[in-house]
């Protein structure tokens, strides 16, 4: 069974609009969740982290968590064709050091 | 923005034979990681190493893998034989820091096929 499950598997959003990703995950003991960027050809980048319920914005991005009910999202406003890639929600575990990751969802920005 | 460095990055072998794959990870982390992804699948962790040891590992993490970071060089992977299950896009990571609070940051990957 995934620990961490992400929908949608692909998403398609104008220049300018809203992108929002999900991501659930199945294990309690997750504490640390992380949202990692990956273009074609490259290796995963963080986009960002949230360790605590609520909502965490950084600049086009914002990150929410709800942790009683294990879900974490992540909006991208104002979308920009560059924001094209595939977004990995990752999560772990208080005391270990290895990440369980989504299958990802591709997101496509169209200009 | 620090950069990890995977070489080779595609490496094509026949089943039985060894593979060494090579990370080249960001100079002062201390933490280093092997995951694998399968095409089409989510990347899974294999194994996690810090200070010349392996502190974590998965069940995917087989007999005949092994991990080593000699003298400060190379984090290398090796797979000794190789099964065609192996074939995998395999990457490296490495962070300052440890718990999950810690980012990692990943390098390009390694294309492995095993013939």
């Known amino acids: 069974q995934q620990k961490v499950q992400q929908s949608p598997e692909s998403l398609s959003v104008p220049e300018g609009g809203m992108a929002s990703l999900n991501c659930t995950s199945s294990?309690?003991?997750?504490?640390y969740f992380w949202w990692y960027r990956q273009h074609s050809g490259e290796g995963p980048k963080a986009l960002m982290s949230i360790f605590s319920d609520g909502d965490k914005k950084e600049g086009r991005f914002t990150a929410h968590l709800n942790k009683a009910s294990l879900h974490v999202s992540l909006h991208i406003r104002d979308s920009q064709p560059s924001d094209s890639a595939l977004y990995f929600c990752?999560?772990?575990?208080?005391?270990?050091?290895?990440?369980?990751f989504g299958k990802g969802t591709s997101l496509t920005v169209i200009p | 923005g620090p950069k990890v460095l995977q070489i080779p990055s595609h490496q094509i072998i026949d089943m039985g034979q060894m593979v060494t794959l090579n990370c080249d990870p960001v100079?002062?982390?201390?933490?280093f990681y092997w995951y694998k992804q399968i095409l089409g699948q989510q990347m899974e962790f294999l194994v996690n190493?810090?200070?010349?040891?392996?502190?974590?590992k998965s069940k995917l993490f087989k007999d005949q893998f092994s991990v080593e970071r000699p003298d400060g060089s190379y984090f290398t992977l090796k797979i000794q034989p190789t099964a065609l299950e192996d074939s995998a896009v395999y990457f490296c990571?490495?962070?300052?820091?440890?718990?999950?609070?810690?980012?990692?940051?990943f390098g390009p990957g390694t294309r492995l096929t095993v013939l």
């Open positions: 100079s002062n982390h201390l933490y």
């Open positions: 294990d309690r003991n997750f504490q």
């Open positions: 190493f810090y200070n010349g040891k392996v502190m974590e």
């Open positions: 990752a999560a772990s575990d208080t005391g270990y050091q290895n990440f369980y």
């Open positions: 990571a490495s962070s300052l820091d440890w718990g999950g609070a810690g980012e990692q940051y």
